[in-house]
């Protein structure tokens, strides 16, 4: 089972928008729309941003969006922050009861 | 809003048996799944398995059976046991509950580094 596909970083100016992508196979990301993302800022403990692929939680800014195309979902994030600073996670459901992590993406404010 | 806190020692010798123990604020105790994950140091996030209040619990299978997840309902605490630990366990390891429908996690425990070394 190995992890899913993720850049290990992205940068981009305040204001501006990013996408960050997280490959699967047909045996997770493929196959559901069960994707959620993390973001998980230096110190902390990792936030529940996006779930179910494209909803985001009370509370959680309509600035992060999530998508999805074939075996790779994605996570958009627009009009960046300072605070955006941080490493985010994709997790996905990948049958049989079982879930698996991308290694992580940092993304730089600059 | 429900708080999870993690606790157990900090340092576990190779071979040797990690225990950890997560205490739940929330009287919701029973409804919901709960779960460890972990993230080694450097490495992104690695789920390890997840429990339900019916004693139902599924595994990443890369642990090769070494992960026990466990409840306590009476005390609301979720417990973690890994067999046979090397340095490739060391990490944070954290506690969260899983949520809709359930396979996302909210909210998380602060998390509680152990170190494998002898």
């Known amino acids: 089972q190995a992890a899913l596909t993720q850049p290990a970083s992205v940068s981009g100016s305040p204001g501006q928008s990013i996408t960050i992508s997280c490959k699967g196979t047909?045996?997770?990301?493929?196959?559901?729309?069960?994707v959620s993302w993390y973001q998980q800022q230096s110190g902390k403990a990792p936030k529940l941003i996006i779930y179910?692929?494209?909803k985001r939680p009370s509370g959680v800014s309509e600035r992060f969006s999530g998508s999805k195309s074939g075996k790779t979902a994605f996570l958009t994030i627009s009009g960046l922050l300072s605070e955006d600073e941080a490493d985010y996670h994709c997790c996905s459901y990948a049958g049989r009861s079982t879930l698996i992590f991308g290694a992580g993406t940092s993304l730089t404010v600059l | 809003q429900v708080h999870l806190q993690e606790s157990g020692p900090g340092l576990v010798k190779p071979s040797e048996t990690l225990s950890l123990t997560c205490s739940v604020s929330d009287d919701s105790f029973s409804h919901y799944y709960w779960t460890w994950i972990r993230r080694p140091a450097g490495k992104g996030l690695e789920w390890i398995g997840r429990v339900y209040f019916t004693g139902d619990t599924n595994y990443n299978p890369s642990l090769k059976g070494r992960a026990t997840v466990s409840m306590d309902e009476p005390k609301r605490q979720i417990s973690l046991t890994l067999t046979s630990v090397t340095a490739a366990d060391t990490g944070v390891y954290y506690c969260a509950r899983v949520v809709s429908p359930p396979t996302s996690f909210d909210p998380w425990g602060q998390g509680t580094l152990v170190t494998v070394t002898s």
């Open positions: 179910e692929g494209t």
């Open positions: 047909n045996s997770d990301v493929g196959s559901y729309n069960l």
